[in-house]
């Protein structure tokens, strides 16, 4: 028969450790300190967490479709599912539907400037570039915000892991 053991478990102070290890002074930071505390407070599975889902409330979902393919290139199947590098956005249509208070994704870019003339070209709504914070908004009709980034470590080095003319990968 095998020996079956008890799963370990980690200390009150490993766990503050490990909360407070991701740098959260960079949006990828920040993305992973929300990862770590949500599997912690609820208990998930690193798979379970991996299998969210991102909700956008839009009103028309027909009409949200074609924006999203027009402007930011994104196509949904037909089950209003679209994923982009492992996570999965869903549209969800309701008559009423209230955009989140926050951005809801950001996309990482090599080059900020052209992806805000791209998107602006486009007629995608987007606002001016924050200098400091290296980063610019978009909104999509329904109100839902998506940050477009440049890392910080990629501007000091002047150097991106994405080959030339790339616009946005998700982040």
Known sequence: MAKVTLPKYLNREEIERLLESPDGSEPRGL?????????????????????????????????????????????????????????TLVLWGFSDAAAASHAAYQFVTPNLQQA??????????????????WNFLVSDPDGNKFVFYTPRKWLASGMAPYPEGHVATPG
């Not at 805000?116 to 914070?133: E, K, N, T, W, Y």
Request: a neutral charge.
């Open 31 to 87: 993305r992973d300190r929300a990862m770590l505390e949500l599997l912690y407070a609820t208990g998930l599975r690193v798979s379970e967490l991996c299998g969210l889902e991102l909700a956008v409330n839009v009103r028309d979902k027909q009409a949200a479709r074609r924006w999203y393919a027009e402007k930011l290139g994104i196509a949904f199947d037909e089950t209003d599912r679209a994923t982009i590098r492992g996570v």
């Open 116 to 133: 805000h003339a791209l998107l602006g070209a486009r007629g995608a709504p987007v606002s001016d570039i924050d200098g400091q914070a």
